[in-house]
T-cell receptor
Framework: KAGVTQTPRYLIKTRGQQVTLSCSPISGHRSVSWYQQTPGQGLQFLFEYFSETQRNKGNFPGRFSGRQFSNSRSEMNVSTLELGDSALYLC?????????????FGQGTRLTVV | EDKVVQSPLSLVVHEGDTVTLNCSYEVTNFRSLLWYKQEKKAPTFLFMLTSSGIEKKSGRLSSILDKKELFSILNITATQTGDSAIYLCAVNYGGSQGNLIFGKGTKLSVKP
């Protein structure tokens, strides 16, 4: 069974640009969450999608948005990039069946804003 | 404010040592506690704990949860250099997978 796939793996953007990251969950998983990881703040929750609906949202500005498609693939968009957006962006998928709530992570996208 | 605190933040040991990593939490509506190992990029799932006092084991790793005292420990016996990683503790507090709060992690370095 293929794991969670994130593309691209690395990205360099300049301030003010926008970026779109992609995540393909494990087959059969309907829940996809996004996290930002930085050395200072650790892993912070951005948002979660389930069946194409945003179910939860973390404490991030509106420049961060996402969506989920009918095949459960998800995209995350960051507009008007700032230097502080440089981070590792991780996507996690979950089967979300009953009590099985463990999340499985992709390799992440390393975003550098210059 | 909901929070997860891990200690120590970093640890250096020698191969063969036994280590104990700590995770304490303060959240409302606790559902489960999860441990992950992060080596380069993707955190790898280790354990999910929901009940107090029941030890989960996988090889040299084991973990236990104390819901009364609001903490969990992760034990690694006979450490190997391949155990070097950041160990992350997360708490699911709302039932939805998205409601995961992570600790800052413990960076474990195992010297040969």
């Amino acid at each position: 069974k293929a794991g969670v796939t994130q593309t691209p793996r690395y990205l360099i953007k300049t301030r003010g640009q926008q970026v779109t990251l992609s995540c393909s969950p494990i087959s059969g998983h309907r829940s996809v969450s996004w996290y930002q990881q930085t050395p200072g703040q650790g892993l912070q929750f951005l948002f979660e999608y389930f069946s194409e609906t945003q179910r939860n949202k973390g404490n991030f500005p509106g420049r961060f948005s996402g969506r989920q498609f009918s095949n459960s693939r998800s995209e995350m968009n960051v507009s008007t990039l700032e230097l502080g957006d440089s981070a590792l962006y991780l996507c996690a998928s979950s089967p979300w069946t009953g009590r099985r709530t463990e999340a499985f992570f992709g390799q992440g996208t390393r975003l550098t804003v210059v | 404010e909901d929070k997860v605190v891990q200690s120590p933040l970093s640890l250096v040991v020698h191969e063969g040592d036994t280590v104990t990593l700590n995770c304490s939490y303060e959240v409302t509506n606790f559902r489960s506690l999860l441990w992950y190992k992060q080596e380069k990029k993707a955190p790898t799932f280790l354990f999910m704990l929901t009940s107090s006092g029941i030890e989960k084991k996988s090889g040299r790793l084991s973990s236990i949860l104390d819901k009364k005292e609001l903490f969990s420990i992760l034990n690694i016996t006979a450490t190997q250099t391949g155990d070097s990683a950041i160990y992350l503790c997360a708490v699911n507090y709302g039932g939805s997978q998205g409601n995961l709060i992570f600790g800052k992690g413990t960076k474990l370095s195992v010297k040969p």
